[in-house]
């Protein structure tokens, strides 16, 4: 058991969809990420929150909408989206000191018809 | 910018031990991560460099050389359960410790 979980762990969405991808993390940490990570590609990070504030936007698409209600919770929201947006959407949480390791949630596996 | 390069694949005997290596370029260096990944699941943390030299952990153990740019990450007495992707991730001093810059993985296979 990892404490950050994420919901749902499978998604299939049409490109006109809208809809939400949550995480939630149990321990106590600041800061909250999401990745994304594609087959064959390195794991990319694509927001960061820091005391619910976004402090990275690592250049993503606005059909990616992230939302940070509370330290322990974080959302992405999906709307419009592309068949090549189709990955594992991963969340992490870390103490936001550097020697701390990020704890990864187990993904959800999103695909794009 | 940075990049990250390690092996794609590599195969291994249970009870073997087996390197893993990882180069990286960065505009400026922080500290230096391995991760875990089985099929299908989270990554979880293995080890952190920030200093050179050798961080043992039971049966892992990492490795930095700073100047060199280059990390390895040793498996001793191979087990089935090893086989997985390991990630090594690299932060950058200019771009903040929380921006990890991963590479593409490697996968081990450790065969009986």
């Known amino acids: 058991e990892t404490g950050v979980t994420q919901t749902p762990r499978h998604l299939v969405m049409g490109m006109t969809n809208k809809k939400s991808l949550k995480c939630e993390q149990h321990l106590g940490h600041n800061a909250m990420y999401w990745y994304k990570q594609s087959a064959k590609k390195p794991l990319e990070l694509m927001f960061v929150?820091?005391?619910?504030?976004?402090?990275e936007n690592n250049s993503v698409p606005s059909r990616f909408s992230p939302e940070c209600p509370n330290s322990s919770h974080l959302f992405l929201h999906l709307h419009t989206l592309q068949p090549e947006d189709s990955a594992l959407y991963l969340c992490?949480?870390?103490?936001?000191?550097?020697?701390?390791?990020?704890?990864f949630g187990p993904g959800t596996r999103l695909t794009v018809t | 910018g940075q990049n990250i390069d390690q092996p794609t694949e590599m195969t291994a005997t249970e009870g073997a031990i087996v390197q893993i290596n990882c180069t990286y370029q960065t505009s400026g260096f922080n500290g230096l991560f391995w991760y875990q990944q089985h099929a299908g699941e989270a990554p979880t943390f293995l080890s952190y460099?920030?200093?050179?030299g050798l961080e043992e952990k039971g049966r892992f153990s990492s490795f930095l050389s700073r100047s060199k740019g280059y990390s390895y990450l040793l498996l001793k007495e191979l087990q089935m359960k090893d086989s997985a992707s390991y990630l090594c991730?690299?932060?950058?001093?200019?771009?903040?410790?929380?921006?990890?810059?991963f590479g593409t993985g490697t996968r081990l296979l450790v065969s009986p």
């Open positions: 991730a690299v932060s950058g001093l200019n771009t903040g410790f929380q921006k990890l810059v």
């Open positions: 460099n920030v200093l050179d």
């Open positions: 929150y820091n005391f619910k504030e976004q402090t």
């Open positions: 992490a949480s870390s103490p936001q000191r550097e020697e701390y390791e990020q704890y």
